[in-house]
């Protein structure tokens, strides 16, 4: 399972790959993985796999909040859509009636937190002014935005909490899936290799190269 946890790590990171393409083009630009049920109701690979992820996260171990977006230049992270403040979620969801609201909804972090003045501030653009709930839904915003800054001399990038590298290992999942297990004791062996799953997973990148040609992803 920790393996498999790993295809996540590699599909939020790998931005430019020709598999990532092939994944996003069949289950959407998230990969499914922002589907609660695990992705498309078929028994693809891909949807073994973020079935997999979301395993995980019900045995306790919040694998989305251990991959966490450090923002630098902003230029590379959605303001709405990823989850990249405090780890909150992304902001569309927990903010809708200011993302209603927003004129492009794909905007980036750098697109509306920005310098002027020697201040960091919002720079919104709403298709109507903020009003009742919504204005209190800003200030709340606004609030949470206080102190961050970006910073133009390093790109945006997923870190990982559970190494000090800040790097994805299989291990410190497969640990913390054994810890959630009660699985750490002396007299238990430790987690193997389900080697069917691991040759599995391992083959659905041999194949998006047909699947790129079949759908005519650019590469």
Not at 42 to 50: D, E, G
Not at 126 to 152: H, I
Request: contains cysteine; aromatic residues 12%; positive net charge.
């Amino acid at each position: 399972m920790g393996l498999l946890g790993k295809w996540k790590w590699r599909f939020i990171n790998e931005q430019g790959a020709l598999w990532r393409k092939v994944i996003a083009e069949i289950h959407g630009s998230s990969g499914g993985f922002d589907t609660m049920g695990g992705g498309s109701s078929n028994n693809s690979t891909w949807s073994s796999i973020v079935g997999s992820c979301n395993r995980i996260e019900h045995l306790g171990v919040p694998l989305n909040n251990l991959m966490v977006r450090k923002i630098y230049r902003g230029t590379q992270t959605l303001f709405w859509k990823d989850n990249w403040l405090n780890n909150l979620g992304p902001l569309k969801e927990c903010f809708p009636r200011l993302f209603a609201l927003e004129r492009f909804k794909d905007c980036l972090v750098a697109d509306r937190w920005v310098l002027q003045q020697g201040v960091w501030q919002g720079k919104w653009d709403w298709n109507r002014q903020p009003s009742g709930r919504a204005d209190g839904d800003l200030t709340k915003l606004v609030t949470d935005l206080n102190g961050f800054t970006l910073d133009e001399a390093q790109d945006d990038r997923w870190e990982w909490t559970l190494t000090s590298s800040r790097k994805f290992t299989v291990a410190s999942l497969c640990h913390a899936i054994q810890l959630k297990m009660n699985l750490n004791d002396a007299s238990v062996p430790p987690f193997t290799w389900n080697s069917w799953s691991s040759w599995r997973s391992g083959q659905f990148i041999n194949c998006s190269f047909g699947l790129a040609w079949c759908l005519g992803v650019p590469s």
